[in-house]
């Protein structure tokens, strides 16, 4: 008999979508992560075994060929994909897929890991952030490829005070370190720029590629990206 009361469950509409290419440990916390955050997500990899990293109840869609194959890419959605990540054990086939991803696809928000810092060079030049394998974390790879307000890194003392990490916007490039800082508010922390980091100095100028890591408070989080590409500039609440 039909039951006039039910209620129908509420369906869960993705709006956004991500690819991931390598499902080693670290691949398969980034796909949690994602979908955690309400990311559909397809991940690849050459080996089916690797899907068994993937946490229980993971549901996802799981594509099994090397993830620079253009049939398998399009199988696992990259045509819409917002993000694109490869995270295999091996550099030339992360920047092969990445270059694919971007160049052939004109996917914007791409994220390569690589395990020779040497390359990073290279990678970035091509407009593929990079992250070196000793510093490859969920966290890290997250914080190139989201927004600032879901890229913290870490929170200090009561948690009013963040770390984040994000890459300079193309409007930012050009201009001193000292433009962004706001004291009391926003503080550019270090610079990475093709693989190699160092503390900021206020005189220096940032270049398209490079990624910040700023300490900032919460309440600064969502201004943060207009704040970023104005040089500082933007209206303050």
């Not at 469950?9 to 955690?36: K, T, W, Y």
């Not at 990899?45 to 869609?61: I, M, R, T």
């Not at 398209?208 to 207009?226: I, S």
């Amino acid at each position: 008999m039909r039951n006039i009361n039910a209620v129908p469950l509420p369906c869960i509409v993705f709006s956004v979508h991500a690819v991931i290419v390598g499902c080693g440990r670290v691949g398969a916390e980034l796909a949690d992560a994602l979908a955690q955050r309400n990311f559909s997500v397809a991940i690849i990899d050459k080996n089916p075994a690797a899907f068994e990293h993937l946490h229980q109840g993971f549901e996802g869609q799981t594509l099994v060929g090397p993830g620079f194959d253009r049939d398998i890419l399009e199988e696992a959605g990259i045509k819409k994909a917002d993000v694109f990540i490869a995270v295999t054990n091996g550099d030339n086939s992360n920047i092969v897929c990445a270059r694919i991803a971007k160049e052939h696809y004109g996917r914007r928000t791409v994220a390569a890991r690589i395990y020779d810092p040497r390359r990073a060079q290279i990678y970035e030049r091509l407009g593929i952030p990079t992250v070196a394998t000793v510093a490859w974390t969920t966290d890290q790879v997250l914080a190139r490829v989201m927004p600032p307000e879901e890229a913290i890194l870490g929170t200090i003392g009561s948690g009013a005070v963040v770390a984040i990490g994000v890459e300079v916007p193309e409007a930012a490039a050009g201009a001193r370190v000292s433009e962004f800082n706001v004291p009391g508010r926003i503080l550019i922390t270090a610079v990475t720029r093709f693989g190699q980091t160092e503390v900021a100095q206020p005189n220096l100028i940032l270049q398209e590629g490079d990624f910040l890591n700023l300490v900032v408070m919460r309440a600064e989080l969502g201004g943060l990206t207009e704040h970023l590409a104005s040089r500082g500039k933007a209206p303050r609440v």
